[in-house]
């Protein structure tokens, strides 16, 4: 079975530091698009950061700079190190992977445009989340 889980999450003060982990099992992440999103209620998801299969990176425009993505290849995990934290950043913090080519309306995520705007590709599986708030 496919499994992602989220952890790390926490409260911490601004300008504090939080690093997430996201274990995967049922596919390998090297090779596939990963990424982080996050989803404050009433507010529309929003992608934090992007890992091609490639390797190429993007980070949302709100967290570049303090936020880096990176992988474990051999413990097959995803991690967000997350930096100099303000409390704009409080939100439920998704892991999503394997880049599935198809509809949107396949994507299997959380809602709230969570996995929107990839195109003719969607992720295929997420995690459930894990909070973090910043005061």
């Known amino acids: 079975d496919v499994q992602l889980v989220e952890s790390g999450g926490g409260s911490v003060q601004a300008g504090g530091s939080l690093r997430l982990s996201c274990t995967v099992s049922?596919?390998?992440?090297?090779?596939?698009?990963m990424g982080w999103y996050r989803q404050v209620p009433g507010k529309e998801c929003e992608l934090v950061s992007i890992?091609?299969?490639?390797?190429?990176?993007r980070y949302s425009d709100s967290v570049k700079g303090r936020f880096t993505i990176s992988q474990d290849n051999a413990k097959n995990t995803l991690d967000l190190q997350m930096n100099d934290l303000k409390p704009e950043d409080t939100a439920l913090y998704y892991c999503a992977g394997l880049k599935t080519w198809g509809s949107y309306d396949n994507n299997p995520g959380p809602g709230n445009g969570c996995g929107a705007g990839l195109g003719n590709w969607y992720f295929g599986y997420w995690g459930h989340g894990t909070q973090v708030t910043v005061s």
């Open positions: 890992k091609s299969g490639r390797g190429e990176i």
């Open positions: 049922g596919f390998e992440i090297y090779n596939t698009e």
